[in-house]
């Protein structure tokens, strides 16, 4: 991704990217370009963005340090000192949920870092001054553009209570500053661009905080359009052309970069061990120097190492001239055997052909990259949303260069709705709009309550695969053990280490086996003896349907492997299977076969040679895809069944139910999920239609076991035991890597198996060659002879290496191909070829250079998802911050018996600088996104169900109520102030305690019009020189309403002065769908029985009124509704905080109602504290 983002506290302001630019910042005006190139340092900031006027600047003003402190320290006016909406707070420490401190800065701004491709810094980093000027401008058109897309589409601020309304701004305010290199002296051309939390509201001009939640969601959209901008930029100026790469390590990361730089050149500009492998042979030239001969293969790992430590400096305060960066950055490719010159060349005015404009695609053509738009995120997700669509849509039209940034737009605005009509919406538009709409009321072309990023999409094929295996859960038809089969089996089948099952296995085990449905689930978290209840059903099952009737499939080759060896029966990766089943295998075998049928018809009846071999061919080729049919009666095990993707399981599914076999999909959704769409897995379990495993055996000390499922569940509160047993390390990212290895090492070393987890596979580099190197000068690993891997180490005599692909045509001494992820020991180096032995089976195997180089790493570190499905006895995890999620953190720190650490890494290995260190996160704080991020995907139709019940909740509905009455009550307000004190009015309105003061008047004037005017006319004739009117009008008018706080109840007979057609249009919509909600609330409440219900009825006993009764199970079904009370089985929940003053005020008259319908003497009025005391501003302000 090539655009970044990050938070900017107040307190930071943007010292570093002051400390590296140029020193002359006291002039407006930019600098020259040939400052640029002579310079110590990087260019003055420039001010950005739509929003400039509200602080009297304009696009293209050098950023100063004065102006920068002002609005990004002080959210002040950088000339009257005027504070911008409310001022920066000081840090502050609140409790998080879990009771646990945390320190909160003000959020100033956003840093969005924007870095040209790779291929791009390289060209730049090569090319001659006149060059490097077009490429640095194509960049700053790119963002530049990127920010006016963001201002139209994404920046903008929330409005009323729970920022319930999305409202437009006037735009942006922001500084970029350009930077030329990376950490590591890297060419990296790259802008720091700094929005400032601070825009100007659109209805009022009044200073609010903008969305940051719609702006990081809409950041990988946002990263592809700014790609597209760049590329289309170089196209019109230096005549450029791209391509697709891919990177050896990962084919799910292809990006897009310029025809004519070489994958050679961007790894010697991109990959710190580049710079390590310069400092190595400076360090063996100065011993070649000394000792007149070149040094032993020990001794150069252990300049390597050196090298290794040395290089890690951090980058001076104040950087290179330009010009000289260039000269090093040309010397460099020059000693790697490239000619710059020769470079350029290649890559610049190549291009021939001319560039879009938007009337050149036809609405055909649209509709079809649509297509193909959707198809390929639907391959992905479950369920998406615009921002997704537009990513994807960018992707897909990465080589369709445009002729201006208005034409790319356009083209990605019109497939991405194209491909939004061809998806099935999970949450609709639920308002009308009027045209003539103002601009409280509409954002972006529909209501202020519907931003269109926020909608959400599916497919029909997905639905349709969710039924389709739903279906078959429900479907009791198919083949079952017999009872005295299923109980005999399972009460004396016994553990490899002689136990019996346990209760849980052997209940899980019977509910499978007897169940008849054509497919079942058994869930299972780490540890709990997944594989061992397996062994017991096929032992069942094979009693009942004999020797073979049970087969697996797992996702991967390696681990479908492991299951055959487990459980000893015949198994193949799902890919595999559906390949040769219903894919590519099969439609290859049926086109021979046909065309063999039909040869053989059109054989003369003499021709018997020619027609016996294509009988033969037939029958051959039959009985060939007869294997890839399941067997009926078959029980057919998927193992890790969360990580099949939804797509690849209802086509087994389908398999099975025209064979007449059974499906037992196993595995964990708290463990990994699939790389595609998915979430099956769990949508089953949370409708408990899976039977469960709950038994913990794996950990030898018991407080580990409960700590796993709380780590599971994401309670952050369990990072204090893991404390607490010492299972914890913090610090320096280095520091981290350091402690991980050294407690990994000194485990292997001590005969311990043990696994070194780390979170990317830049980092599993690194502790590889660290592993290396220890083994070479422990004698264990012969440096001398070695070989090429695809990690661009080396490995020798020793060496431990891992295989990164499938290959059936590479088979082992027994026989079996070799998988991915199969760990082996090199034996021999031999020409062209290593041996070495599988460290599983033992067997023996022969791997050529070729695939040593494409498809092989050393296999001393891990990432953690390489990990699961591996139990060791000590498990070592480096985290480092926004790399993992809980699933994954969940997965690493439950793969040891004995124990299991976490290196957690205060910093990110991969930023730059530190730009702001004081929101640099604790190691609690990490954990605690961690186990905040849940990457499982949910179904389509569970998101489905949650959007339909979340539209017309009442807490929406009255939130956007709130909302427009709010609208309502602060004109009617104006107009009433500007009649009794017209010169009054804009103070007022400016005033950070409107909000608060309008509330006030609505609820006032509903008690009483005419002694809230009164109220008024007597403050505005005895007022005198007050610091802040509108906060006294608040005052005065809140003591008329303080004993009657509006509830849903009769909110919809608030009388409420609308002069606005549009808003009374809007307030009318949203009224009707209230009074639909309250009487389909009620209605249900009556008809259905949830224990919050039971715990009412028996608080009202068995004599209450049957009329009075039905009349309190509404009113707390609309209580519960209103509020949210989802998770209580209490009948309304337990009493609010007290900083909930409304629903607290609600909770206790309804809890009268409840004393009272009950016959229950009347309590102590004292009990419930009347909070209306603290009401200052009661989250009414828009």
């Given amino acids: 991704m090539t655009m970044s983002i990050a938070r900017l506290s107040a307190q930071s302001g943007l010292k570093y990217l002051f400390k590296s630019t140029m020193l002359d910042d006291l002039a407006r005006t930019p600098p020259d370009t040939v400052s640029y190139y002579m310079k110590s340092g990087t260019p003055q900031g420039r001010w950005l963005g739509s929003g400039l006027d509200g602080i009297d600047r304009s696009a293209g003003d050098r950023v100063t340090e004065w102006d920068a402190k002002a609005i990004f320290e002080q959210a002040a006016h950088p000339d009257t000192g005027a504070t911008l909406g409310r001022p920066h707070g000081e840090p502050t420490v609140v409790q998080r949920s879990q009771g646990l401190p945390e320190t909160r800065h003000a959020v100033a701004g956003f840093d969005l870092t924007f870095s040209v491709p790779k291929s791009v810094s390289a060209l730049w980093a090569l090319s001659t001054r006149h060059v490097q000027d077009q490429i640095l401008q194509a960049h700053h058109d790119a963002v530049n553009e990127t920010l006016r897309w963001l201002e139209d589409l994404v920046i903008h601020t929330r409005a009323g209570r729970n920022g319930i309304a999305h409202v437009g701004t006037h735009g942006a305010i922001a500084a970029a500053f350009d930077h030329w290199e990376s950490r590591s002296g890297d060419p990296q051309l790259h802008t720091h661009l700094v929005i400032a939390n601070r825009v100007q509201r659109i209805t009022d001009d009044a200073w609010v905080t903008l969305d940051s939640r719609s702006l ?120 790697r055997g490239l000619d710059p010159e020769a470079v350029v060349a290649a890559t610049i005015n190549r291009s021939r052909h001319a560039p879009f404009h938007r009337g050149d695609l036809t609405p055909d053509w649209i509709d079809a990259v649509a297509l193909v738009t959707r198809q390929r995120v639907a391959a992905k997700r479950s369920t998406w949303n615009r921002w997704n669509l537009i990513a994807e849509g960018e992707r897909v039209c990465a080589e369709v260069r445009c002729a201006t940034a208005a034409d790319r737009n356009a083209l990605i605005d019109a497939v991405a709705s194209a491909a939004e009509r061809q998806s099935v919406p999970l949450n609709e538009y639920r308002y009308s709009t009027p045209l003539d709409a103002e601009t409280d009321l509409g954002f972006a072309r529909h209501s202020v309550f519907e931003f269109h990023g926020s909608r959400l999409f599916t497919d029909e094929a997905t639905l349709t695969f969710e039924d389709e295996i739903l279906a078959a859960r429900n479907d009791d038809g198919g083949p079952a053990v017999r009872g005295d089969v299923t109980f005999d089996v399972l009460a004396s089948h016994r553990t490899r280490g002689g136990l019996e099952l346990h209760q849980d296995q052997r209940a899980a085990a019977a509910q499978v086996l007897l169940s008849g449905n054509r497919l079942d689930a058994i869930v299972g978290p780490a540890g709990t003896g997944k594989t061992t209840t397996l062994d017991a059903i096929k032992s069942a099952w094979e009693a009942e349907f004999g020797a073979g009737s049970v087969v697996g499939l797992a996702p991967a080759a390696a681990s479908a492997e492991v299951l055959a060896r487990q459980l000893a029966m015949t198994t193949e990766n799902v890919a595999k299977w559906l390949h040769e089943s219903v894919g590519t295998g099969a439609m290859h075998r049926a086109a021979l076969f046909s065309e063999a049928e039909k040869r053989l018809g059109s054989l003369p009846h003499d021709e018997f040679v020619g027609a016996t071999r294509l009988v033969q061919a037939v029958a051959r080729l039959s009985a060939e895809q007869y294997r890839w049919r399941f067997r009926p009666r078959q029980l057919v095990i998927i193992d890790e069944a969360s990580m099949v993707s939804t797509a690849q399981l209802a086509g087994l599914v389908r398999q099975a139910c025209e064979s007449d076999a059974k499906i037992l999909m196993v595995g964990d959704p708290g463990q990994l999920d699939s790389i595609d769409a998915g979430g099956v897995l769990g949508w089953l379990d949370r409708q408990n239609k899976t039977a469960r495993l709950s038994t913990i055996w794996r950990f030898r000390q018991a407080w580990e076991q409960t700590a796993s499922l709380r780590l599971r569940d994401g309670d952050i509160s369990v990072l204090t035991d893991y404390e607490r047993n010492d299972r914890i390390r913090y610090g320096t990212y280095l520091d981290m890597l350091d402690r991980a290895y050294s407690g990994w090492h000194e485990d292997v070393l001590s005969g311990r198996l043990s696994i070194l987890i780390a979170p990317d596979n830049d980092t599993v580099g690194m502790l590889n060659e660290r592993a290396q190197a220890d083994r070479v000068v422990q004698g ?24 990164r692909r499938n290959d059936r045509s590479i088979l082992d001494e027994h026989g079996a191909f070799i998988r991915n992820g199969a760990l082996l020991e090199v034996t021999d180096v031999g020409k062209g070829q290593v041996r070495a032995i599988r460290r599983d089976t033992g067997a023996s195997i022969d791997l ?14 891990t990432t953690a998802h390489r990990s699961q499905g591996l139990t060791v006895d000590t498990g070592h995890t480096v985290v480092t911050p926004g790399r993992l999620t809980r699933e994954l953190l969940y997965v690493s720190m439950t793969r040891g018996r004995s124990a299991n650490m976490a290196y957690v890494s205060e910093n990110d290995p991969d930023e730059e600088e530190t730009l702001d260190p004081r929101l640099r996160s604790t190691w609690r704080q990490i954990l605690g996104e961690v186990l905040a991020a849940e990457g499982a995907e949910r179904s389509a139709h569970e998101v489905q169900e949650a959007e339909r019940a979340h539209a017309d909740s009442l807490e929406r509905l009255s939130r956007e109520y709130d909302y427009l009455a709010q609208i309502a009550a602060g004109l009617d307000l104006a107009r009433v102030v500007a009649e009794l004190a017209p010169e009054e009015a804009k103070a007022l309105r400016i005033s950070p305690s409107w909000g608060a003061a309008v509330a006030s008047w609505r609820r006032a004037t509903n008690v009483s019009r005419t002694s809230a005017e009164r109220v008024l006319r007597e403050l505005f004739t005895s007022q005198d020189g007050a610091r802040d009117l509108a906060a006294i009008v608040h005052s005065r008018l809140r003591r008329l309403s303080s004993g009657m706080p509006l509830t849903s109840f009769d909110a919809l007979n608030e009388d409420l002065v609308v002069e606005r057609a549009d808003l009374n249009a809007v307030l009318t919509q949203v009224k009707h769908r209230i009074r639909d909600r309250i009487e389909f609330i009620g209605n249900a409440a009556l008809f259905e029985e949830p224990e919050w219900k039971r715990d009412l009825l028996a608080q009202l006993g068995a004599d209450v009124d049957p009329f009075e009764c039905a009349s309190v199970v509404r009113d707390a079904a609309v209580y519960r509704d209103r509020w949210g009370v989802a998770d209580s089985d209490l009948a309304i929940g337990t009493i609010p905080d007290e900083y ?8 206790e008259t309804l809890q009268r109602t409840i004393r009272e319908v009950a016959r229950i003497p009347a309590i102590d009025a004292g009990e419930f504290v009347d909070q209306r005391v603290a009401l200052i501003n009661v989250g009414w302000q828009l």
């Fill in 216 to 335: 990081y969601k809409a950041v990988v959209a946002a990263s592809e359009h700014y790609n597209g901008l760049l590329f289309d930029a170089l196209h019109q100026s230096l005549r450029t052309n791209t391509d697709i790469r891919i990177p050896a390590q990962s084919t799910h990361n292809p990006s897009q970069q310029l025809t004519g730089i070489d994958d050679a050149l961007i790894r010697e500009f991109s990959n710190r061990s580049r710079l390590i492998d310069v400092e190595t042979d400076r360090l063996v030239a100065e011993w070649i120097e000394e000792h007149g001969s070149r040094p032993k293969a020990t001794t150069t790992v252990k300049l390597r190492q050196q090298a290794t430590l040395s290089t890690r400096t951090p980058k001076g305060d104040v950087g290179a001239p330009l010009h000289e960066l260039s000269a090093r950055w040309r010397k460099r490719a020059k000693a």
């Fill in 780 to 803: 264990t690993v012969d440096a001398e002879k070695t070989l090429a891997l695809r990690d661009g180490l080396r490995a020798g005599r020793g060496d431990i290496i891992i295989a």
């Fill in 848 to 861: 050529d250079a070729s695939y040593l180089e494409t498809s092989v790493e050393l296999g001393y570190a």
């Fill in 1140 to 1147: 909930e003053w409304e629903q607290r005020l609600q909770w």
